[in-house]
């Protein structure tokens, strides 16, 4: 069988190519570059009134904002992503709400959390130590009282930034 393919091979070494389009040349070869395609943005529900509200949370000063109508209407401090483990700076959306979400990949409780986009970066009640440390894996911990105040008034579709 070895024998017949490499026979094969060696007669179609012998064929012409010329007018094939198959010529060796020295010129590169020009490839159409590829076209870039975005990636479809998934499309979560919005609950009433989305638009009215918005939080902003500061790094630097380890605090989160809510606004209502432009408004300030509650603050509290945050714990966010330590060193390794940074929480995300940008614009997201407030996507899902689970009062008594429980973490699979700590296997850890995670009350009144709000999730954003498709990061696994949520608000959710938990430790925060003082002197606006960073000590949580890139979620936005907020204390159980404030989490619970921002989860019964926010609805999913809030916008959230995140900022130094």
């Known amino acids: 069988m070895a024998g017949r393919i ?3 091979l060696g007669l179609c070494a012998l064929l012409p190519l010329t007018g094939l389009g198959l010529e060796q040349t020295d010129a590169p070869v020009p490839f159409p570059a590829p076209t870039p395609v975005p990636a479809p943005t998934p499309e979560y529900p919005k609950d009433d009134g989305w638009e009215r509200f918005e939080i902003v ?3 630097s000063e380890q605090t989160a904002t809510l606004y209502q109508d432009g408004t300030v209407i509650n603050e509290s401090a ?3 992503g330590r060193r390794g483990h940074p929480t995300p700076k940008g614009e997201f959306t407030i996507v899902e709400k689970n009062r008594h979400h429980r ?3 700590y296997n850890a409780e995670m009350p009144f959390q709000m999730r954003l ?3 696994s970066i949520s608000f959710h009640a938990g430790y925060v130590p003082g002197g606006a440390r960073r000590a949580s894996h890139g979620c936005i911990r907020l204390p159980r009282e404030k989490a619970a105040e921002f989860f019964a008034v926010v609805p999913r579709g809030t916008k959230v930034t995140i900022e130094d």
Do not use: A, K, Q
């Open 6 to 8: 490499s026979r094969i």
């Open 103 to 105: 973490s699979t990949l």
């Open 57 to 59: 949370v500061d790094l």
């Open 117 to 119: 986009n498709e990061w």
């Open 78 to 80: 945050t714990s966010t």
